[in-house]
């Protein structure tokens, strides 16, 4: 939600618990392992939908997707590949 430029809020009286689960240590592991790696490459492809949206509709330069540039551009290449976006939609609206 952050990304994609929508402004969410906490609502001060609302609250939620998390009960720890009783887990060997090497599952543990294994499970912090794969979701690591599930959330980068879930990240990454968040971040480049996200970006050619905003390019093709034209929003790039708005404050709407601020949040995405401050996020998206902690992945490597990410900025090469923006702009190769750019270049590309430019040549499609041609």
């Keep these: 939600?952050?990304?994609s430029g929508i402004e969410f809020f906490?609502?001060?009286?609302d609250f939620i618990i998390h009960q720890s689960h009783l887990?060997?240590?090497?599952?543990?592991?294994?499970?912090?392992?794969y979701n690591n790696k599930l959330y980068r490459s879930f990240?990454?492809?968040?971040?480049?939908r996200y970006s050619m949206q905003f390019i093709m509709a034209d929003l790039w330069n708005t404050?709407?997707?601020?949040?995405?540039?401050?996020?998206c551009n902690k992945i490597s290449e990410f900025k090469k590949l923006v702009a190769q976006m750019n270049d590309m939609s430019l040549r499609l609206v041609q």
């Excluded at 906490?10 to 009286?13: A, G, I, S, Y």
């Excluded at 990240?43 to 480049?48: I, K, P, S």
């Excluded at 404050?63 to 996020?71: D, G, I, P, Q, V």
């Design 1 to 3: 939600m952050y990304i």
């Design 10 to 13: 906490v609502l001060p009286h």
């Design 23 to 33: 887990y060997k240590e090497e599952a543990r592991k294994q499970e912090r392992t």
């Design 43 to 48: 990240r990454e492809e968040v971040c480049f």
């Design 63 to 71: 404050s709407s997707a601020n949040n995405l540039k401050r996020e």
